[in-house]
């Protein structure tokens, strides 16, 4: 578990590449007297990414690193956290995997939030599958981030339902809301709080 020093938050970055909507409750998590953490920068792969124009991110650093036939970005990416004194990361809708030599630097303080019940259904078109599967729940999951995608240790799951007629949309609107909620919570359990 990550310790906390003194009474500062603990400096996070939020990996994202599209609508943001985690990175949103965290930062509004981050600035309640209770959390943990403080979201100080933005990182995205997507110069695109809803999230970078969000109301609440106004005021915080945010850098693109364009992915395509960039060997060296993790490299480039690990100096920039450095320069902000990133010590978390928090990954929320980040389609990109980050190698295993990024991984072990901040070995034990990248979290990823996913969109079901791990161990199942790894990786991308959760909804779907769980569907296909006739699946009577689903849900999300908070985890470490180790090398294997989606495999690192799992810190909180939430369940959902899957209802008759469920459609990919519907039950992603119906997780995405937990998964707000979760995130959070998991963030508070990885500090013993
Ligand atoms: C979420 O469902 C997350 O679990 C998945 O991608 C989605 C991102 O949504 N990895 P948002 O960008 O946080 O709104």
Redesign the pocket.
């Known amino acids: 578990m990550v310790k906390l020093t003194g009474y500062k938050k603990v400096k996070t970055a939020v990996f994202?590449s599209?609508?943001?909507?985690?990175?949103k409750s965290l930062i509004k998590f981050s600035k309640t007297r209770k959390s943990p953490i403080s979201v100080n920068l933005i990182i995205s792969n997507n110069p695109k990414a809803k999230?970078l124009r969000l109301e609440n991110v106004n005021k915080i650093k945010k850098k693109v690193f364009s992915f395509e036939k960039n060997y060296k970005i993790e490299d480039k990416i690990l100096t920039f956290l450095e320069e902000n004194e990133i010590q978390m990361i928090c990954l929320?809708?980040f389609m990109k995997i980050l190698s295993r030599n990024f991984i072990n630097k901040f070995k034990g303080k990248i979290l990823n939030?996913?969109?079901s019940l791990l161990p199942k259904y790894k990786g991308l078109n959760t909804h779907q599958r769980a569907i296909n599967d006739n699946e009577k729940f689903s849900g999300?999951t908070v985890h470490f981030v180790n090398s294997k995608l989606d495999s690192g240790k799992i810190i909180l799951q939430k369940k959902v339902k899957i209802t008759e007629n469920e459609t990919k949309n519907s039950l992603?609107r119906k997780?995405?809301v937990q998964?707000h909620k979760l995130y959070p919570k998991a963030i508070l359990k990885v500090f013993n709080l």
């Open positions: 994202i599209g609508t943001g909507s985690n990175l999230g929320a809708g939030i996913h969109p999300c992603a997780v995405l998964e």
